[in-house]
T-cell receptor, first 116, second 111 residues
Framework: DTAVSQTPKYLVTQMGNDKSIKCEQN?????MYWYKQDSKKFLKIMFS???????INETVPNRFSPKSPDKAHLNLHINSLELGDSAVYFC???????????????FGPGTRLLVL | KQEVTQIPAALSVPEGENLVLNCSFT??????LQWFRQDPGKGLTSLLL?????REQTSGRLNASLDKSSGRSTLYIAASQPGDSATYLC??????????FGAGTRLFVKA
């Protein structure tokens, strides 16, 4: 059973398009995250949601809009894609409550986005 | 601002060798530190999590230590195997659901 799944695995699109990436976790976790891993392999947090509520928005352009329809899902919609958006986007989840003590994070396989 | 640095950036060792990966962080006010493994084209797998009150954690051939006051952690891998080849990432949890990652150490174990 896949704990954290993402779709699609690969995404190739033209500049200016709008695209979405979906994430689902079946671990019963309260907290979900989106990370971006750039070409230099640096992993940076973008968003964090706890029980469907936005906790962290790490100075991400407002072209990126996360949506959490329920605790098990956190989707990422990107408007007006730019060349610099090309990266690998990882979804993760953890059992953290609102206290946020830092439980182990479980990562999805990543979505490789290439903007042409 | 918390920064996490990992040294070396890359490491190549013969099979069977014991090795140490280093991680340093600039702000000692952390909740915990985690070591992850990332295989090419894959997601991250958590290896060990050390709470700020702990000094070390062990899992099989892996041992991670934490010296919070000096801002250092090490990951010790005993009797390395080709299957250990991967990128190893260190991450500190600073509270408020925020995790800061290092750039990773790419390990290659030669058969």
């Amino acid at each position: 059973d896949t704990a954290v799944s993402q779709t699609p695995k690969y995404l190739v699109t033209q500049m200016g398009n709008d695209k979405s990436i979906k994430c689902e976790q079946n671990l019963g976790h309260d907290t979900m995250y989106w990370y971006k891993q750039d070409s230099k392999k640096f992993l940076k947090i973008m968003f964090s949601y706890n029980n469907k509520e936005l906790i962290i928005n790490e100075t991400v352009p407002n072209r990126f809009s996360p949506k959490s329809p329920d605790k098990a899902h956190l989707n990422l919609h990107i408007n007006s894609l730019e060349l610099g958006d090309s990266a690998v986007y990882f979804c993760a989840s953890s059992q953290d409550s609102l206290a946020g003590a830092g439980e182990t994070q479980y990562f999805g396989p990543g979505t490789r986005l290439l903007v042409l | 601002k918390q920064e996490v640095t990992q040294i070396p950036a890359a490491l190549s060792v013969p099979e069977g060798e014991n090795l140490v990966l280093n991680c340093s962080f600039t702000d000692s006010a952390i909740y915990n530190l985690q070591w992850f493994r990332q295989d090419p084209g894959k997601g991250l797998t958590s290896l060990l999590l050390i709470q700020s009150s702990q000094r070390e954690q062990t899992s099989g051939r892996l041992n991670a230590s934490l010296d919070k006051s000096s801002g250092r952690s090490t990951l010790y891998i005993a009797a390395s195997q080709p299957g250990d080849s991967a990128t190893y990432l260190c991450a500190v949890f600073t509270g408020g659901f925020k995790t800061i990652f290092g750039a990773g150490t790419r390990l290659f174990v030669k058969a």
